[in-house]
């Protein structure tokens, strides 16, 4: 079966930032790549740092867009299917087979609400129908397997515990094997300082950790053959592919509104903080402005006006998926443009230190141009607070998806996100019995994302600021 | 003194012209008159003159910044522009889109957002205070390795979290108090306790985690060192000297949001049903209500530079050591 490949513009975007960023890691500066080595000899950023890869893994394998080729038709050139799909979506494409009528509890076997059904009798009754998922297990394996269901929770649970744990561990080995290669140590002899604790490297950590998400996922893929993982929700949509699908638009807001408060923030702070007089007026005036703009309320009001806007223009968007891709870049964007002001404030002010510096004169007398001497003296200099705001401010965008969601006017309603979860599950709690999986899931993913990003973030401060300064 | 504050309140001028500028471009020129006039009429069926009277009744019908038919400085008076800004400034906000005086509204609901916001800001500072001296008492202990990762896991619940389970617990489960609501009055208690208790929480980790990176950025200065060397105690050192000198930022910050607190909080208030700002401003946005938000976007940032304003007056009151030129 054919494929043609869907770039839309925010995968494009996350793709190119991953190549910087592994551009940045190949051909650093050595003061940036020696704070690198010293972050991964924390404990805490290193377990961080391993689940923040494991979201980053899911959300790029859901960046990678494409349309399946239609059955051929005699005479006709190749159709492509108007459904653009991610290599993620074929991955866990069996979580989403079997749509159920309603809600149902995790891991169960029947639907959460009674429904009017024949018995077999021919007597109508309200009962508990069994899931479909259920039902295509039943048609699929033999009569012995459907029988031991009670006990196939457990067998399929221990049989992740083994799985992932022994996926861990020859992961590890792997590391193990590529590390004492690289500082030309006997295998051996490098796995028994790491499991003293002696290697610089927290590898009792990190091997924790990969168990941890191994046996996770492990488990998850087990049971997923035949149960909802994580329940389905009021439209029975499977919960845990839902809260996987949202991961990318969460990684998504994090990553490109930072990507759009950059060059404003570094451009900017840098000017003002270098050329002084004029300018620094002009930028301080720009900020001070958008800054006294309650950013919540320009937020809305853009994003209101961009509703309206594709409204008027339904030509200028051939997918579903090509509008809700604008709608998360513009949404990125405008929340990048009220949140640049406080780095520019601490760039300019660290520049205006650096201005003044030995260097920078010596620099100046030998005839440097103001753009090398930015570009060369300055910009190095201020990469540590770069990036120590750019991870701090990450989390922060995360969390203001889901808000934004809940408010009406965050990403496209269609599209899966962990706000738009909490939004249409907002008036589950006050159900009796009450439906706690779907916000609990949304809570949940999100919580973990964050809370691994903030500890990250938290160690990078400490290995590339020394000092200890506070933003 | 007097001059130099006087000149920071002049200072205020432009930045205002600019924040009307901005807020109109973007109402008036991205969203055009007669883009609002179909959005109300109805998108589709919509005839030109029926846009026009639209326009005429709601005041919109003058061009956004130059009126080619009128002579001399008339051109640039008689303008959209002009006179929406000459209202703004006059904190004359007009009338919202179902005919109610804009003013009226914020004046009658500024009340209610106070009585969540200011008890919140009080209690909070408090609290948040009272938690990053704990820390500080007890550095390189347990507790504070314990208290400093708390203070992260609390700041990475989503504030969403907070409102859902204090609404399920507190009010659904153990009906401690009203899910949503209010009245005026004395008895307005039981309806703001737990969106007080809530906003607090929500605000917790951040706060004590600011906080205490600041005392310890005191605590680590000269004069604590001296006062040790002269024998007070830990605690005269904590409460006495690190206490006051810490707080002069963490006031002067707290100052600079004190007016935002008439604003009211979008969520808290549209979670729990009280009838301030920020449900107002909910309400607009469900209703595509342009001239409330924009309304108060300028009082935002009116109350802004209010705040910029009262932080240097309390830097140049609370730290004598700070001198204006």
């Known amino acids: 079966m054919g494929w043609q490949p869907v770039i839309l513009w925010a995968d494009g975007l996350i793709w190119l930032t991953v190549a910087a960023v592994g551009l940045l890691f190949w051909r650093g500066a050595d003061g940036f790549r020696a704070g690198w080595q010293h972050l991964w000899r924390k404990p805490v950023a290193m377990a961080a740092g391993l ?62 609400v009674k429904m009017p059904t024949i018995l077999p009798d021919g007597h109508l009754a309200l009962t508990y129908p069994d899931l479909t998922l259920y039902q295509a297990q039943k048609l699929g394996h033999d009569e012995q397997r459907a029988r031991g269901r009670g006990q196939e929770k457990i067998r399929l649970g221990l049989r992740g515990v083994l799985v992932g744990v022994l996926l861990a561990a020859a992961m590890t080995l792997l590391f193990a094997g590529w590390q004492a290669y690289r500082e030309g140590m006997p295998l051996r002899d490098l796995l028994r300082t790491a499991l003293q604790g002696k290697h610089p490297l927290p590898w009792r950590t990190g091997w924790a950790t990969l168990t941890v998400l191994c046996v996770l996922g492990a488990m998850m893929a087990e049971w997923s053959t035949v149960y909802h993982v994580l329940g389905t929700d009021k439209i029975g949509q499977d919960v845990l592919y839902q809260s996987m699908k949202g991961v990318r638009t969460g990684l998504m807001m994090g990553t490109l509104t930072t990507l759009v408060t950059l060059p404003l923030a570094v451009g900017l702070g840098i000017a003002a903080g270098y050329f002084g007089g004029w300018v620094d007026d002009v930028i301080q005036y720009i900020y001070t402005t958008l ?80 753009w090398r001497i930015m570009g060369r003296h300055v910009l190095p200099n201020l990469l540590h607070l770069i990036l120590i705001s750019m991870v701090m401010d990450f989390s922060g965008f995360v969390l203001a998806e889901a808000v934004l969601s809940y408010l009406g006017v965050g990403v496209d309603p269609a599209m899966a996100s962990w706000g738009n979860m909490i939004n249409a599950a907002r008036l589950e709690l006050s159900r009796e019995p009450v439906v706690w999986w779907p916000l609990a899931s949304a809570f949940g993913w999100m919580f973990v994302l964050v809370l691994s990003a903030n500890l990250f973030a938290d160690s990078l401060r400490e290995a590339f600021d020394p000092l200890g300064r506070r933003r | 003194m007097m001059t130099y504050l006087l000149r920071r309140l002049a200072y205020a001028v432009p930045i205002l012209l600019g924040v009307n ?17 179909r959005m109300h009429l109805g998108v ?23 009126n080619a038919r009128e002579p001399g400085w008339r051109a640039w008076r008689d303008t959209l522009f002009f006179n929406q800004s000459v209202h703004m400034f006059a904190l004359d906000f007009g009338e919202s889109d179902d005919g109610r005086n804009i003013g009226e509204a914020l004046r009658a609901r500024a009340g209610p957002s106070l009585s969540i916001a200011l008890p919140t800001f009080v209690l909070g500072l408090w609290v948040n205070i009272g938690l990053a001296l704990m820390l500080v008492w007890a550095r390189a202990s347990w507790l504070d390795r314990f208290g400093v990762t708390a203070t992260v896991v609390l700041m990475s619940v989503s504030s969403l979290f907070y409102i859902i389970a ?33 906003s607090v929480m929500a605000g917790v980790g951040n706060g004590t985690r600011w906080y205490r990176s600041i005392f310890l950025e005191e605590i680590g200065k000269d004069y604590v060192r001296t006062a040790r060397a002269k024998g007070l105690n830990e605690s005269h050192v904590l409460f006495r000297h690190v206490l006051q000198n810490g707080l002069i930022p963490i006031l002067t910050g707290a100052v600079a949001v004190l007016p935002l607190l008439f604003m009211g909080s979008l969520l808290t208030e549209s979670f729990f049903g009280i009838p301030g700002l920020g449900s107002y401003v909910i309400d607009a946005i469900q209703a595509q209500d342009f001239a409330v938000v924009r309304a108060m976007v300028f009082i935002g940032s009116v109350l802004y530079l209010i705040g910029l304003w009262l932080t240097d007056l309390a830097y140049s009151w609370a730290d004598p050591r700070v001198r204006f030129s």
């Open chain 1, 51 to 112: 689940v923040l890869l494991c979201y980053v893994g899911i959300g790029l394998l859901d960046s990678l867009h494409f349309r399946l080729r239609l059955p051929a038709q005699a005479g006709m050139s190749a159709q492509y299917s108007v459904e653009v799909n991610s290599v993620l979506d074929v991955l866990i494409a069996h979580l989403n087979a079997y749509p159920e009528q309603t809600y149902s509890a995790p891991l169960a076997k029947h639907l959460f």
């Open chain 2, 166 to 198: 204090g609404q399920y617990w507190v009010a659904h489960l153990w009906r401690l108090v009203p899910i949503s609501g209010f009245v005026p009055g004395a008895d307005s208690w039981h309806f703001v306790l737990l969106p007080i208790v809530v």
């Open chain 1, 291 to 370: 800054n006294s703009i309650p950013g919540v309320l320009l937020i809305v009001a853009a994003v209101l006006l961009m509703q309206g806007f594709i409204e008027t223009h339904p030509a200028l968007f051939d997918s579903a998926a090509s509008r809700a891709d604008f709608r998360l870049l513009f949404l990125c964007g405008i929340l990048g443009v009220t949140s640049w002001t406080s780095l520019c404030r601490v760039l300019r002010g660290e520049t205006f230190k650096l201005r003044e510096q030995d260097y920078v004169l010596a620099a100046r007398t030998l005839g440097v141009s103001d």
């Open chain 2, 44 to 66: 589709k069926h919509v005839t030109q003159p029926a846009i026009e009277a639209w326009k005429v009744q709601h005041g919109y019908a003058q061009p956004l910044f130059y």
């Open chain 2, 21 to 37: 500028l901005l807020t109109f471009s973007l109402f008036f020129m991205v969203n055009t008159p007669d883009d609002m006039a």
